[in-house]
């Protein structure tokens, strides 16, 4: 499913003929690393953080959602799930539920932060094969453009697009004050 910038909240379904680079990177890295040591990528890197705690803003029984190393859009956020899954379709009704709870929590939460109806892209990703799905951890990313108000955004400009991504913020104090806005 995909976003786009439009200022109401909406979804789309895209449908294309090859997989798009995205995906298609985290599919080879994951594979890569899965062939390696026998573990998911994303399993592996979930749990390192959730021992560390200081990128986690929340947690359940089956779902934590954590602000990664490597966040560019200020209180960009990952939602992992605790067990194995490798696709949206796959979560059984018990996870979904827990799965819709965090992310209420999430969203909640950006909404008190920034004292607006919080806007954001969002999307799923997991395996898109059936078979041969072993790497693949579904996961959700969030990317959010505010930075620090409701009238102050980020952009990707100038260097960003010639180079290389520049935080605003590093990911340990965005994860810092968005915890606080958990209830
Ligand atoms: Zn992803």
Redesign the pocket.
């Given at each position: 499913m995909m976003g786009s910038s439009n200022p109401h909240p909406h979804c789309q379904i895209w449908a294309s003929d090859e997989i798009p680079h995205?995906l298609k990177l985290?599919d080879q890295h994951q594979l890569k690393y899965f062939n390696t040591k026998q573990s998911k990528l994303l399993a592996d890197y979930r749990d390192t953080e959730c021992r560390n705690t200081e990128r986690v803003i929340v947690e359940n029984d089956q779902w934590v959602v954590l602000i990664p190393f490597w966040a560019v859009w200020p209180y960009e956020t990952l939602v992992l799930p605790k067990y194995e899954v490798s696709r949206f379709g796959d979560i059984d009704m018990s996870a979904l539920k827990e799965f819709a709870k965090i992310n209420q929590k999430l969203l909640l939460a950006y909404d008190r932060l920034f004292q607006t109806s919080f806007p954001y892209s969002m999307g799923f990703?997991g395996s898109y094969e059936k078979t041969n799905d072993k790497h693949w951890l579904f996961?959700t990313?969030y990317y959010p453009p505010l930075l620090r108000s409701a009238t102050i955004r980020k952009y990707l400009v100038g260097y960003e697009m010639l180079a290389e991504a520049q935080r605003d913020i590093n990911p340990e104090q965005a994860a810092q004050t968005l915890r606080l806005h958990v209830q």
């Open positions: 995205i985290e990703h996961h990313h």
